[in-house]
């Protein structure tokens, strides 16, 4: 491989990379742009997530990479394997090992810690684009704070369902100031977001835009005085580890409409049912 | 105490160019008054009207707003901040297509709730609470609160876009052909109630037409303009009834009378 970079990308583009997310994580939810570069996955596959692991990946790091919270679906084998080619460095499934964590869809069950940093996809970075098509016209409402638009969005859900029915990709306020799409994790993991001892990055390659949370960062999700914020939750817990507290996803198991519910987080329910062993 | 007036426009121009959006512009309105902007297309009545609500970045001339705390702006020179502040509290803008100053593809009661939003409100129930009370004023059925606007009538529409502009009681409405498109009968109905909603709420307004009924209803001064000049002003019956300058015995003598 040594006809490849370290990382992949040529140390120009890194530098260029972290100069961004240095920029990101000063202005916590701020959307830098960069200059994003063709990968070679597709967009839409994660290009955003994988400039910002090459940027900052070194040959010490241990990588983890989940989408959908599982750690063995094409897309997190497939960039797990790129950048063990292209930089050598160990792998791991286990949350609590993994020095860098890219993911896609979901913040992993096993608490983050301190000196962490976890990568998330994100396709559209603009929370606003939703009531607001212009480009020059979102960027102006984030600089005077011109935020009640947002609300509008969580009003229509409540006229319509009786209740805020966004679900994933809830859009939160980064530390009392900057609106910020958190990509489309469930809002279930809204709540890791506050005050998260790991850093966070985003990276939205199509979009060439990059934005941070830094550790400890307050981090609120958008709601009205009298329909408080809530994450989902099940009447049944895990089928196959028994957790009561992780993020269910339903599967289909037979041709006869026999369905589970167990954790989207592979690597915390394997691990919860070997400590039961 | 001497009364000032709310807005104080002096020496407005705006050029494209070479051609003059409108040329030395200058009036004040004062507090409840409602002044009428007539004359014919492209007369530069539009670009006045956006160069005052900001919308248009005017090339000279001044236009000072008394806020309500007393102080006066120039609106010209102050941050972009502060004025789409203003714009969110103090102002409203009726387009003359309800498609511009309306969220079509958010409900009525969404669409009265967003500016009260915009200035900080945070509870679902009093937003709704206020949203159908403004629905009522501007006589829409309450049980109309959760449909989208693309499902009204035109006149519900205009009425619709009304009732959002009033809710956080703005101070002065811009209105840009207000009944424009709408027929005659719906048009009667919603000059009475932006008559009566004018007087009742005291507010000021300045209203573009090109309508001289609408105009002989709802103001109470008029400026002509022609050219992008104001070439006559005045009490709204004295200038209808008296018109002085050719160009607005022109413009009254072509109203048809049916």
């Known amino acids: 491989m040594s006809a490849y970079n370290f990382a992949y990308l ?24 960069f200059g994003s570069r063709e990968m070679p996955l597709s967009y839409g596959w994660g290009t955003g997530g994988v400039q910002v692991t090459a940027g900052v990946i070194g040959p010490d790091d241990v990588l983890k990479v989940i989408d959908q919270g599982a750690d063995d679906t094409t897309n997190a084998v497939s960039i797990r394997r790129f950048f063990a080619r292209m930089t050598g460095v160990k792998t791991t499934t286990r949350t609590e090992d993994a020095t860098l964590i890219q993911t896609r869809h979901r913040i992993p069950e096993t608490p983050l810690r301190a000196g962490q940093i976890v990568v998330f996809q994100v396709p559209i970075p603009e929370p606003l684009r939703w009531l607001e098509p212009r480009e020059a016209e979102t960027r102006k409402m984030h600089a005077l704070e ?23 990709d809830y859009p939160v306020r980064v530390n009392g100031r900057y609106i910020m799409r958190p990509s489309p994790i469930p809002k279930f993991d809204n709540p890791k977001l506050d005050r998260s001892p790991a850093l966070l990055l985003f990276g939205a390659g199509r979009e060439k835009r990059i934005y941070a949370v830094p ?3 307050p981090v609120k999700s958008l709601d009205f005085e009298d329909h408080p914020f809530t994450i989902e939750k099940w009447d049944q817990p895990c089928g196959v580890c028994g957790s009561r ?6 599967v289909i198991v037979d041709d006869k409409g026999g369905r589970l519910l167990v954790c989207s987080d592979t690597d915390y329910c394997e691990r919860r049912r070997e400590d039961q062993r | 105490m001497i009364p000032r007036p709310l807005l104080s426009v002096r020496g407005l121009t705006k050029r494209y160019g070479q051609r003059v959006g409108c040329l030395d512009i200058g009036f004040d309105l004062w507090p409840g008054e409602v002044l009428g902007v007539v004359g014919e297309s492209g007369s530069g009545k539009t670009t006045l009207l956006h160069c005052l609500s900001g919308r248009l970045e005017p090339n000279s001339g001044s236009v000072s707003f008394s806020q309500r705390d007393g102080s006066v702006v120039d609106l010209l020179q102050v941050p ?23 969220r079509m ?21 009093q937003i709704r609470g206020q949203a159908l009370d403004w629905l009522e004023q501007v006589e829409i059925p309450q049980d109309r609160v959760d449909d989208l606007p693309v499902e009204f009538s035109g006149g519900m529409q205009q009425r619709l876009q009304i009732a959002r502009c009033l809710v956080t009681r703005p101070r002065l409405v811009f209105m840009d052909e207000p009944t424009g498109g709408l027929d005659a009968s719906v048009q009667a109905r919603l000059l009475d109630l932006l008559r009566s909603l004018v007087a009742d709420l005291h507010l000021s307004a300045i209203v573009v037409t090109h309508d001289l009924a609408v105009a002989r ?3 109470h001064r008029l400026l002509v303009m022609k ?8 009490l709204t019956d004295q200038v209808l009834d008296d018109p002085q300058h050719p160009y607005s015995q022109l413009l009254v003598s072509s109203v048809l009378q049916p």
Request: glycine fraction near 12%.
């Open chain 1, 10 to 33: 040529d140390e120009q583009t890194k530098r260029m990379i972290r100069r961004s997310i240095l920029k990101a994580v000063a202005i916590p939810g701020y959307q830098v742009p």
């Open chain 1, 146 to 168: 011109e935020y009640g638009v947002m609300h509008v969005r969580l009003y229509e859900d409540i006229t319509q369902h009786g209740r805020v029915a966004t679900a994933y």
């Open chain 1, 215 to 217: 550790p400890w960062t």
């Open chain 1, 245 to 250: 507290d992780s993020f269910l996803d339903e």
């Open chain 2, 80 to 102: 972009e901040a502060a004025r789409r502040r203003l714009a969110r509290t103090d102002w409203a803008l009726v387009h003359q297509n309800p498609r511009d100053g309306l």
């Open chain 2, 105 to 125: 593809g958010v409900s009525a009661g969404g669409n009265v709730g967003e500016r009260l939003m915009g200035v900080g409100a945070r509870h679902y129930g």
């Open chain 2, 217 to 219: 209803l709802l103001a």
């Open chain 2, 227 to 234: 050219d992008g000049e104001v070439v006559e002003s005045g």
